[in-house]
């Protein structure tokens, strides 16, 4: 089966944001700002994809008062794996818009979600780490005061307040993302309005299938005779109340209609007597003397006898079984005849 094609503009978007994402190894991913009355212009600290820059220096003197670690690269694996992350997806997001299907980019935009969660949590998890794990022997000990930069946005710590924010590589990585997830979740609306459009056509074929379905079963002939009413049904041929279902019989046209009849006698008149052209008949039905069940005439033992007493005067039983006729045989004296010797 061929996989749901996604629409050229989202196609076209997917690519330009794997080309976007190519640039945040060249920018700046996320920049804390630290401003104090004695820096009047600010502290800068930037983090790339593969290093730090900025006022590291200064902002690593001032930490080794306070006890904090030193920042330096080398010390952070993630440099060494994250700006080939990011070639990883932006290559993702290229090769899922050339290759135009939905699977590819739902597969891609979770990828990337995760990704991003995870690298969240492990810038938490440093800063953290930076702000609470503080030298004893410091020059400057505050009790119970740790110096954790906020995740995103402001913190005050001591006199120095500390700002946290993306800077345009992290911007450029949030766009890619929303533009990606965009183009995805419209993906998925489109494709369930597709499946409700589907789902209406379906169900309205199915309405003009059904009549059609009905006229041809009715046309290949019935699927079996309908069961009898006693004392509501009456018979077709001397329209009296059927109560007797022992010596009840159908007969179907092969136009589906069912006619019903309370005796034998009854059913052959109303052929032989031409109230109902024989050629017309699908199949003929008797009741068994014992069961009360219906089946087909040519699959039954009938035995007349004047001791039957059956409601018209036919006075004929039919027997399902050999077992039942000779039961009724040692009941009832009489003859076996034909079915077919009863329609002539």
């Not at 794996?81 to 135009?100: D, E, K, T």
């Not at 001397?238 to 046209?253: H, N, P, Q, V, W």
């Not at 005439?297 to 001791?307: F, P, V």
Request: with cysteine.
């Amino acid at each position: 089966m061929k996989k749901p094609q996604m629409l050229a503009i989202h196609r076209i978007l997917l690519i330009i944001s794997g080309i976007a994402l190519l640039l945040v190894n060249y920018f700046p991913i996320w920049r804390i700002e630290l401003s104090a009355p004695q820096y009047p212009e600010g502290l800068e600290l930037l983090i790339y994809s593969d290093k730090l820059a900025g006022n590291v220096d200064i902002i690593n003197g001032l930490n080794h008062y306070i006890g904090m670690k030193t920042l330096h690269t080398s010390d952070f694996i993630e440099f060494s794996v994250l700006p080939s992350l990011i070639v990883f997806f932006a290559l993702l997001f290229i090769g899922v818009g050339i290759w135009g299907k939905r699977s590819g980019g739902y597969f891609a935009i979770g990828l990337f979600a995760l990704f991003g969660i995870v690298a969240m949590v492990d810038f938490w998890k440093w800063e953290y780490d930076y702000g609470h794990n503080l030298n004893p022997d410091a020059a400057i000990i505050v009790p119970g005061m740790s110096y954790q930069p906020p995740l995103v946005g402001f913190k005050q710590l001591l006199n120095f307040g500390a700002y946290s924010i993306p800077a345009t590589g992290g911007w450029l990585f949030i766009l890619t993302g929303v533009v990606a997830a965009g183009c995805m979740l419209r993906e998925w609306l489109a494709s369930r309005k597709t499946k409700q459009t589907l789902g209406k056509k379906l169900f309205v074929l199915k309405l003009l299938i059904l009549p059609a379905g009905l006229i041809t079963t009715q046309a290949c002939g019935p699927s079996g005779p309908q069961p009898i009413k006693r004392g509501t049904d009456a018979c077709s041929h001397c329209k009296m109340t059927i109560s007797d279902l022992r010596f009840g019989c159908e007969m179907i046209s092969k136009k589906g209609r069912a006619y019903k009849f309370d005796d034998i006698k009854c059913m052959t008149s109303f052929v032989s007597e031409g109230d109902f052209d024989k050629a017309a008949v699908e199949v003929f039905y008797l009741s068994d003397f014992k069961t009360e069940e219906l089946r087909p005439a040519t699959e039954m033992s009938l035995l007349h006898s004047e001791q039957l007493r059956s409601p018209m005067g036919g006075n004929c039983a039919a027997f399902e079984t050999p077992s039942s006729l000779a039961e009724a045989q040692k009941q009832f004296s009489g003859t076996l005849v034909e079915w077919d010797m009863l329609l002539k």
